[in-house]
């Protein structure tokens, strides 16, 4: 997986590709190309186009494999069940775009009235076609669906990334870091595999100044429906994502336990929560969820004291 360097200057350094420390990362080429010095004239018409979204949250995880796509899909279902608010979904993972099968799309590009998404999914003429793309071509899409989708009035802007710390989610942090970003929500696992590539996430969120919203921790045991006992499918050997939170001082949201019928409902393009009201995996999603709301409510209060001093 690509990583940022431990010393990394940051990418709106004068230094950004261009330190001792810079070099053979995977990101040099992009950091150097000037993205910290002569800003992208797109960055001023993002944030223009931005003005119209009141909150806009990023979702990363280190590892893939995590469910950072189901907690996308999900967090944009359960803030759309209020019928007044309106949610944008965004799927920046290039090469592997989930998000319309995972929303039961095919074709469209609005689940609910209130609820739209975009995905370079839409884009292919099968969803089996492989998108074989540089950096730069993945940057131009990104770019243009961040200026050029008309996104009208949104209360939420989801951004589904790819796993890691690459283009992708510089391009992302760079275009939108006049617009303001709420922050990230950083999915993971419990056990240490996960957990090893989470930190880098953090750290990577620390250098680029993204605020970090909190950690939830997927596939957190398995709750046996009929005798109710919990099992550990994934071992947290190290502490989980609790012990790792404590250590580098990031919000824990909470933890989201296994079920079988989430799985089924994503491959199916619907929502779990419709048909699993009552399990503790939904329960867990909608405590996450109003902790997301809380955060973005104070982030978007500080900003409007911000203007008013």
């Not at 949610?87 to 095919?106: F, N, V």
């Not at 099968?126 to 998108?131: G, H, L, N, Q, Y």
């Not at 994503?266 to 999603?285: E, H, N, R, V, W």
Request: negative net charge; aromatic residues 4%.
């Amino acid at each position: 997986m690509e990583e940022v360097p431990h010393d990394c200057p940051g990418a709106d350094s004068a230094q950004a590709g261009r330190g001792a420390s810079c070099q053979g990362c995977p990101n040099q080429r992009l950091c150097a190309s000037g993205a910290g010095a002569t800003p992208d004239p797109a960055i001023g018409e993002i944030k223009e186009k931005m003005k119209t979204v009141k909150h806009k949250i990023l979702v990363l995880s280190g590892k893939g494999g995590v469910g950072k796509s189901t907690f996308s899909a999900h967090l944009a279902h359960g803030l759309a069940e209020d019928e007044n608010t309106q949610i944008a979904l965004l799927d920046i993972d290039i090469c592997g775009p989930s998000i319309p099968k995972i929303m039961g799309l095919e074709g469209e590009q609005y689940v609910e009235d209130n609820l739209g998404v975009m995905s370079v999914g839409f884009l292919l003429s099968s969803p089996d076609d492989a998108v074989i793309w540089r950096g730069p071509k993945k940057n131009g899409m990104i770019k243009q669906f961040l200026r050029d989708v008309d996104w009208g009035e949104v209360d939420y802007l989801i951004v589904d990334t790819p796993p890691g710390t690459s283009d992708e989610h510089l391009s992302v942090v760079q275009y939108l870091a006049a617009a303001h970003i709420d922050g990230a929500v950083i999915i993971t696992t419990p056990q240490e595999v996960s957990l090893q590539d989470v930190r880098k996430e953090i750290n990577f969120c620390r250098k680029v100044k993204l605020p970090i919203i909190g950690v939830v921790e997927n596939m957190s045991g398995f709750i046996c429906p009929k005798c109710k006992k919990e099992s550990q499918i994934f071992p947290p050997t190290t502490g989980g994502a609790e012990l790792m939170c404590q250590d580098l001082e990031v919000p824990l949201l909470g933890r989201v336990p296994l079920d079988p019928l989430i799985g089924k409902n994503c491959d199916k393009g619907q929502s779990f929560f419709i048909d699993a009201p009552d399990s503790p995996a939904t329960l867990a999603y909608r405590s996450i969820i109003q902790r997301i709301q809380e955060f973005c409510n104070l982030h978007q209060s500080k900003e409007e004291n911000l203007i008013s001093s």
